[in-house]
């Protein structure tokens, strides 16, 4: 049983990190102003963050439906992996629009002048 959760906790863990990644590119995309770019990459960063939140689910209803699950401190830590990559994913979604809407301002302004 050890070896199944260390597994799969290794598999959150790859996959949130994947999405970290991901959300750093998107970061810097905004930072060049290439919304687009840093839309598809929280798309891609999305898609990381949904694989591991299958693993951490399938393990949670297995528990749920009568399979013991031993205490692991390497499947708590991906746990938090993946709640904290969710939420930079979230923060990440909502700069683009910030940024998106800060840069339609300036163009306003811009051509006022």
Known sequence: ???KINEISMTIILHAGDARK????ALSS????????ADNKLV???????????AQT?????EASGEKQTFSLLFAHAQD???????????AKKMIEIFE???????????EK
């Open 81 to 91: 992996t993946l709640m904290t990559i969710s939420s930079e994913w979230n923060i």
């Open 22 to 25: 991901l959300v750093m590119e």
């Open 58 to 62: 399938t393990t949670i209803q297995s």
């Open 30 to 37: 905004i930072g060049d102003n290439d919304f687009q770019e």
């Open 1 to 3: 049983m050890d070896e």
């Open 101 to 111: 809407k800060v840069d339609k301002r300036l163009e306003r302004l811009e051509n």
């Open 44 to 54: 891609e960063a999305k898609k990381k963050i949904n694989l591991a939140h299958r």
